[in-house]
């Protein structure tokens, strides 16, 4: 009779789970983005949205998640991922991450192997995205299966999709911040997480805004994104609170409540987020605010850490200065005895 009961219990589940399915619902306990159930709903996708698709047989990476069960069991379980770039669209592979029209994507560092240490070669190269293709990711971490490997998607198969409910409470702890959506005008709602991922900034008013970013000091309302150009430098204004205009690969231009506008490197090195000085302008030119960050790009793809460097030399500077002053105190504590010498010889 037990038997009968469970199989009974286990015919309903599986219809009920089909009906869902066919109703334009769908549920994700990936760690790609929060667990929970996602709704299909009409429309075409555009940045910024929720997005569910296949990935399709013709990708090299099809057979490589069906090996890894990337996909699931079956190997064809639909992604979900954020709408991040589309036709036109200026990508560029970076070490920090994936920059799109040179602004820097939350959690988009690449990694080179899996969780279980194997190779994660990326399908993905510096270009602008084509017509009818586009760039999806997942904000929610940066272990997750996205465009940083399998390249760019069709965009015509996409459907967008909202969370209807959602829940990853045991690692989560959500407090609202002061800063404010860009976007909207809503009030930021940080969420942090005790699994060690890095913390992120969502729009309160999701899902009906989906504005999500890394620290809000870099990217919010008080980040202005483009490339920059000496005019457009010349003609900004400070602000009551210190802000950041972004030109792109890492560099920066703060400005300062005083008027001081000072070039800043920001970067990756070993996973952590760093920023390092290049200078104030106009003393250093937007030319040579580039051609600096360019060298610290440089010295990053050897695996030194910038900031490191910099102190190291500015130490083995001050040795040298502290040397060359020694040697001068002494040539002058001989030169001071010598005549000493010679004047008790002239005397005697």
Same mark, same amino acid.
């Given at each position: 009779?037990?038997?009968?009961?469970?199989?009974?219990?286990?015919?309903?589940?599986?219809?009920?789970?089909?009906?869902?399915?066919?109703?334009?619902?769908?549920?994700?306990?990936?760690?790609?983005?929060?667990?929970?159930?996602?709704?299909?709903?009409?429309?075409?996708?555009?940045?910024?949205?929720?997005?569910?698709?296949?990935?399709?047989?013709?990708?090299?990476?099809?057979?490589?998640?069906?090996?890894?069960?990337?996909?699931?069991?079956?190997?064809?379980?639909?992604?979900?991922?954020?709408?991040?770039?589309?036709?036109?669209?200026?990508?560029?592979?970076?070490?920090?991450?994936?920059?799109?029209?040179?602004?820097?994507?939350?959690?988009?560092?690449?990694?080179?192997?899996?969780?279980?240490?194997?190779?994660?070669?990326?399908?993905?190269?510096?270009?602008?995205?084509?017509?009818?293709?586009?760039?999806?990711?997942?904000?929610?971490?940066?272990?997750?299966?996205?465009?940083?490997?399998?390249?760019?998607?069709?965009?015509?198969?996409?459907?967008?999709?909202?969370?209807?409910?959602?829940?990853?409470?045991?690692?989560?702890?959500? !407090?609202?911040? $002061?800063?404010?959506?860009? &976007?909207?005008?809503?009030? +930021?709602?940080?969420?942090?997480? =005790? @699994? /060690?991922?890095?913390?992120?900034?969502?729009?309160?008013?999701?899902?009906?805004?989906?504005?999500?970013?890394?620290?809000?000091?870099?990217?919010?309302?008080?980040?202005?994104?483009?490339?920059? !150009?000496?005019? $457009?430098?010349?003609?900004? &204004?400070?602000?009551?609170? +210190?802000?950041?205009?972004?030109? =792109? @690969? /890492?560099?920066?231009?703060?400005?300062?409540?005083?008027?001081?506008?000072?070039?800043?490197?920001?970067?990756?090195?070993?996973?952590?987020?760093?920023?390092?000085?290049?200078?104030?302008?106009? !003393?250093?030119?937007?030319?040579?605010?580039?051609?600096?960050?360019?060298?610290?790009?440089?010295?990053?793809?050897?695996?030194?850490?910038?900031?490191?460097?910099?102190?190291?030399?500015?130490?083995?500077?001050?040795?040298?200065?502290?040397?060359?002053?020694?040697?001068?105190?002494?040539?002058?504590?001989?030169?001071?005895?010598?005549?000493?010498?010679?004047?008790?010889?002239?005397?005697?």
């Amino acid at each position: 009779m037990k038997k009968i009961l469970l199989i009974c219990f286990c015919c309903h589940l599986i219809a009920i789970i089909y009906a869902i399915h066919f109703a334009g619902y769908r549920l994700n306990f990936t760690d790609s983005m929060p667990h929970g159930i996602y709704q299909i709903i009409p429309g075409k996708p555009v940045k910024g949205d929720l997005v569910t698709f296949s990935l399709r047989e013709d990708n090299p990476y099809f057979k490589i998640s069906l090996d890894r069960k990337y996909l699931g069991q079956s190997g064809t379980r639909p992604l979900l991922k954020t709408l991040a770039g589309t036709e036109g669209d200026k990508v560029e592979v970076t070490l920090e991450g994936i920059n799109i029209n040179g602004f820097l994507l939350s959690s988009s560092l690449l990694k080179n192997h899996d969780k279980h240490g194997r190779n994660l070669p990326s399908l993905l190269s510096s270009n602008l995205i084509p017509q009818g293709k586009a760039l999806v990711i997942s904000p929610h971490t940066e272990g997750s299966f996205d465009s940083r490997y399998f390249g760019l998607v069709g965009a015509k198969e996409m459907q967008r999709v909202i969370p209807i409910l959602t829940f990853n409470l045991e690692d989560s702890t959500i !407090t609202e911040s $002061k800063d404010t959506c860009p &976007k909207c005008g809503s009030h +930021l709602t940080q969420l942090s997480r =005790s @699994n /060690g991922c890095k913390s992120m900034w969502l729009c309160s008013s999701y899902p009906t805004c989906h504005y999500w970013t890394s620290p809000p000091e870099e990217y919010s309302a008080n980040s202005i994104e483009g490339n920059l !150009t000496t005019h $457009k430098i010349e003609e900004t &204004k400070p602000k009551q609170k +210190l802000y950041r205009i972004t030109d =792109s @690969n /890492g560099l920066c231009l703060e400005v300062r409540p005083t008027g001081s506008k000072l070039w800043r490197f920001r970067y990756r090195f070993k996973g952590k987020e760093k920023m390092i000085s290049l200078g104030s302008f106009p !003393t250093t030119s937007l030319n040579d605010a580039r051609n600096k960050r360019d060298e610290h790009r440089k010295t990053l793809e050897k695996e030194i850490d910038p900031s490191r460097q910099r102190q190291e030399q500015r130490s083995s500077i001050k040795e040298a200065q502290e040397q060359s002053h020694l040697v001068g105190k002494i040539d002058y504590l001989i030169r001071q005895l010598r005549k000493s010498k010679k004047a008790l010889t002239i005397t005697s």
